[in-house]
C-alpha cells in the first residue's frame, strides 16, 4: 500500500497503529518540508483538502510519547518536537514553529506560534503573539498583525483548515477560526471575528449581500452589529462589515495604505 492507503485504513482501524508509524511519519515529513499541504489548489485554482494528511497528524498525536524536549534554552514537556533554524527564515525569540509545519524562506516570524500542519508562505510576516493553528494555510506576503488569532482545523478529517491568500492583511487583535476562507489581497480590520457561521455583509451593495465563511479578493472588512429579537428584547449580534475594495491600479502596500486612510480602518 502508498502511504496515504496505510494512513487511511489505520484511521478506519483496518491496520494496526503500530503498522502505520512509517507512513504516518513519512506524512509528517512531507508537510514539514513543504512538499505537501493540508489545502492545496488544483489546476482550476480551486482549494482541495488532503485529508489522510490530517488523519496522519491525528495519527501522529496517538504514537508520539510524552518526552523531555530540550531546545535551546528551553526545556519542553510535549509530543511534537520544535524546529529549529529555518533557511532563509528569520525567526525572533521565542517564536515557536511545530515539527509538521512549513515556513517558506522570506518569512518572518516574531516571537508567535506556528503549529502542525500549518503552511507560512514566503514574504509573509507572523506578528508579535500572533498564533497560526493546526493546518492553517497562510500564503505569500500576508501580514497577520500583533495578537491575531488563526485558529486550527484537524477534525473531522476533510474539513477546510482556514486559508488566508496571498497579499491579504489582518489587523491587530482579529480572529479567523473555523476554515474561514480569506481570499487574496483582502484587508480585515482590527478586532474582526470571523467563524464558518459569522455574517458577513456586504454593505457597499442596496440590498447588502451576505456572505458566509468566505470574503472576496481585495474586499476590506471591518466588525459591525445587526440587530436580532431575543425574548429579552432586541440587541446587536456580531457582524463583520465589507465596506469597500482594495485598489487595483496599485501595488499591495500602496493599495492597503490608500485604502485605510479613504474608509479610516484601525488596524
Known amino acids: 500500500m502508498t502511504h496515504q492507503e496505510t494512513v487511511e485504513?489505520?484511521?478506519?482501524?483496518?491496520?494496526?497503529?503500530?503498522?502505520?508509524?512509517?507512513?504516518?511519519?513519512?506524512?509528517?515529513?512531507l508537510l514539514d518540508t513543504g512538499e505537501r499541504s493540508l489545502a492545496e489548489r488544483d489546476e482550476a485554482g480551486a482549494?482541495?483538502?488532503?485529508?489522510?494528511?490530517?488523519?496522519?497528524?491525528?495519527l501522529h498525536f496517538r504514537l508520539a510519547r510524552m518526552e523531555v524536549i530540550e531546545h535551546g534554552p528551553f526545556t519542553y514537556h510535549d509530543k511534537i518536537p520544535l524546529k529549529g533554524v529555518m533557511?532563509?527564515?528569520?525567526?525572533?525569540?521565542p517564536a515557536t514553529v511545530r515539527q509538521g509545519a512549513f515556513v517558506e524562506a522570506g518569512a518572518i516570524l516574531m516571537p508567535s506560534y506556528v503549529n502542525i500542519g500549518a503552511r507560512v508562505g514566503a514574504g509573509t510576516m507572523v506578528d508579535t503573539w500572533a498564533t497560526v493553528g493546526s493546518g492553517a494555510q497562510i500564503g505569500r506576503d500576508v501580514h497577520l498583525s500583533g495578537g491575531v488569532g488563526?485558529?486550527?482545523?484537524?477534525?473531522?478529517?476533510?474539513a477546510r483548515p482556514v486559508i488566508v491568500e496571498d497579499g491579504a492583511f489582518v489587523g491587530s487583535r482579529a480572529i479567523v477560526v473555523e476554515g474561514v476562507h480569506v481570499e487574496s489581497e483582502a484587508v480585515l480590520g482590527a478586532g474582526v471575528v470571523l467563524t464558518s457561521s459569522t455574517v458577513i455583509l456586504d454593505v457597499t451593495t442596496s440590498p447588502a449581500t451576505e456572505l458566509r465563511g468566505r470574503v472576496p479578493a481585495r474586499s476590506v472588512v471591518i466588525p459591525g452589529t445587526r440587530p436580532k429579537e431575543f425574548p429579552g428584547g432586541t440587541y446587536g449580534v456580531p457582524c463583520a462589515l465589507i465596506i469597500g475594495q482594495r485598489s487595483e491600479s496599485t501595488d499591495r502596500k500602496t493599495s492597503l495604505n490608500q485604502t485605510l486612510r479613504e474608509l479610516d480602518v484601525a488596524v
Open 47 to 58: 482549494w482541495h483538502v488532503n485529508a489522510w494528511l490530517q488523519q496522519a497528524i491525528l
Open 150 to 158: 488563526i485558529g486550527g482545523v484537524l477534525e473531522p478529517p476533510g
Open 9 to 29: 485504513a489505520a484511521f478506519r482501524g483496518d491496520v494496526p497503529l503500530e503498522q502505520a508509524a512509517d507512513a504516518v511519519a513519512a506524512a509528517i515529513a
Open 87 to 93: 533557511d532563509g527564515v528569520r525567526v525572533v525569540p
